[in-house]
């Protein structure tokens, strides 16, 4: 399939996202060799995975906090932390690298309420401490590492455990749960990607929003306009990005069937429109992703 030799842009977009998704389970499921597909694009580039829950990093992320603290209000700072490094090697050391008390990094800095412990962590490990894969702000005056601890500690101050626990008797709005995180250093997309990671702990699945609740980034309201047959870079007034959404949702999910794939919530297709983005500029010679896929042998 050449996704860019169709005309009709919703038909695209929906071929972009069941190709994507059709190359993930020739790979992992049915482990067959590359390529696993005849699109020149999805060949050379790097795309993230149709459903964010399969990528490397959140699958590690579930491994490491998720799973582990599910029923425990420690998950809350436990994901905060996580997607302020956002880094494996970080990650593990913090959350997976017990001490003699059993302890990680990240329950004894619960428990002790001192940064110490995880201070200690970051200046044993070697730069990077923090992800590439997009921008992670640093408190002024500290290295990288540092700075974030600095950012996490001022977040922690907030009552949170209290705040888990009430939602946990009565599931927030998603949209709530984004302004609630709020906190210097924590901006808007680090925000969104903190929820689509609680938003998978058995009661938030309840919350009303869930499958409709997205924000977007620069690269979702460039796809949505080249869904819509509107000009790229066309700016989205404030109110108007998530209602044409939520109907472009509506449009896309009979398509998606006839690729044997069911609905997605709304910070799925949003990131899908981001990815789409990409794959259209490449398409039309205005660009390419910063990652060209390399690991063809495995």
Not at 15 to 22: K, V, Y
Not at 95 to 104: C, H, I, T, V
């Amino acid at each position: 399939m050449n996704i860019a030799e169709i005309n009709d842009p919703i038909e695209k977009f929906v071929a972009f996202i069941g190709e994507r998704e059709a190359i993930r389970i020739r790979r992992f499921v049915r482990r067959d060799p590359w390529p696993w597909t005849e699109d020149p694009i999805l060949q050379e580039y790097r795309f993230t995975n149709v459903h964010r829950e399969d990528d490397a990093v959140s699958q590690h992320y579930q491994r490491s906090v998720r799973n582990r603290y599910s029923n425990d209000s420690r998950v809350l700072p436990a994901t905060v932390i996580y997607r302020w490094f956002n880094r494996i090697s970080t990650c593990d050391a913090i959350f997976n690298e017990p001490e003699l008390s059993g302890l990680s990094r990240f329950d004894l800095y619960i428990k002790s309420g001192s940064l110490w412990a995880l201070q200690e962590t970051i200046e044993q490990l070697s730069e990077p401490h923090t992800t590439g894969a997009y921008i992670i702000p640093s408190k002024p005056g500290y290295p990288k590492g540092q700075g974030v601890l600095q950012y996490v500690q001022s977040w922690m101050q907030r009552d949170w455990s209290m705040e888990w626990n009430a939602w946990k008797a009565n599931p927030p709005l998603l949209s709530y749960v984004y302004d609630w995180l709020k906190s210097e250093g924590l901006g808007s997309f680090m925000r969104g990607q903190i929820i689509a990671d609680i938003k998978y702990v058995d009661f938030m699945q309840r919350a009303d929003d869930w499958w409709i609740w997205a924000t977007p980034g620069p690269g979702s309201q460039r796809g949505l306009n080249i869904v819509l047959e509107q000009p790229m870079n066309q700016a989205w007034r404030k109110g108007e990005w998530l209602p044409a959404l939520v109907e472009l949702s509506n449009r896309v999910t009979p398509l998606l069937a006839t690729y044997g794939m069911e609905r997605l919530h709304n910070q799925d297709l949003q990131n899908c429109l981001c990815e789409f983005s990409k794959y259209t500029k490449v398409a039309r010679g205005e660009g390419r992703p910063r990652q060209i896929f390399r690991n063809r042998a495995a």
